[in-house]
């Protein structure tokens, strides 16, 4: 295969449906070069038109829940009814080394060899939101590609998880047994995004205490969401495969009966991302043409010459110039 690809390769590998084309143009999505951010933009333009029509799901919950074990078995269900899906598993990134903490490897290791599932394990980098900065472009591309399913899967880092909800139809909290701790941990903005909360490791002895889970998340979304979608609270066991039926039959229903909802969630999410990538141009460009002015003033302020207002106001006037 050619080193450098242009346009018309990557738009005749999508229609031939090359999973190497595909990695490859995930690749440039994610590249901070100039020129292959140009072409990047170019392919998601070409491709506009044959986005849209996959099931966008999220998945959150806290570390050790089982998020990987949960999509990997969910994820075998789909493939085995020949359905089409691809997973963007976002790492998260050490801050001191700017490594991927899990080395970019994948935990689904069945999926990862089905012919139907698509993986690609992305480092979160310093973005908050449990995502990859270019995320929302990954996914649209594999929905151009034609999977029936694109499914997130985030970090897991609190309250910053809501960021997943905005590119999503669905989002779907995964949350472990024992209710009262996990309760105290979760952030209420988080609860007041999700469309479905699942409690996993639903098997061996632990009845009692899923039930228990399954009654107080209900009590707490009964609270938070008191009209429109009220998120249903189910319970699965990845190893058994007890309950993934039912939450497959619970996504359906979500995306049979809130077609209007997400049809208006999309057009917000767009709005939502362009400003968005106005936010992100406006501070790269701040850092490029003021990075030693930036410097000063953060000097200034540690050294507490200046205030952080008057330094931000002194920065901004040369800015606006």
Partial sequence: ???????????????????????????????????????????????LPQTGKSLRIGISGTPGVG??????????????????????????????????????????????????AFIRPSPSGETLGGVAKRTRESLLLCEAFGFDFVMVETVGVGQSETAVAQMVDIFIMLLQPGAGDDLQGIKRGILEMVDMVVVTKDDGENQ???????????????????????????????????????????????????????????????????????????????????DSDLTKSEKEVLSQKQTAPQAAQDILKKFFK
């Avoid at 078995?73 to 080394?97: C, E, H, W, Y």
């Fill in 1 to 47: 295969m050619r080193t450098n690809l242009g346009l018309q390769d990557y738009l005749q590998g999508f229609k031939e449906k090359n999973r190497t084309i595909l990695a490859r143009a995930i690749t440039l999505v994610e590249s901070h070069n100039p020129d292959h951010q140009k072409l990047a933009q170019e392919l998601l333009k070409a491709l």
């Fill in 67 to 116: 998020k990987s074990t949960f999509i990997e078995a969910f994820g075998k269900m789909l493939t085995s009814q020949n359905r089409t899906m691809a997973i963007l598993a976002v790492d998260p990134t050490s801050q001191k080394s700017g490594g991927s903490i899990l080395g970019d490897k994948t935990r689904m290791n069945e999926l990862a060899i089905d012919p139907l």
């Fill in 208 to 290: 009692k205490i899923i039930e228990k889970a399954k009654h107080d998340y209900e009590r707490a979304l009964h609270i938070l969401r008191n009209e429109g979608w009220i998120p249903p609270v189910l319970s699965c066991s990845a190893y058994t495969k007890n309950g993934l039926p039912e939450i497959q039959k619970a996504i359906e229903h979500f995306f049979t009966t809130q077609k209007d909802s997400i049809k208006e969630k999309r057009n917000q999410q767009g709005l939502d991302w362009m400003w968005q990538l106005i936010y992100d141009g406006l501070k790269d460009k701040l850092h490029q043409d003021f």
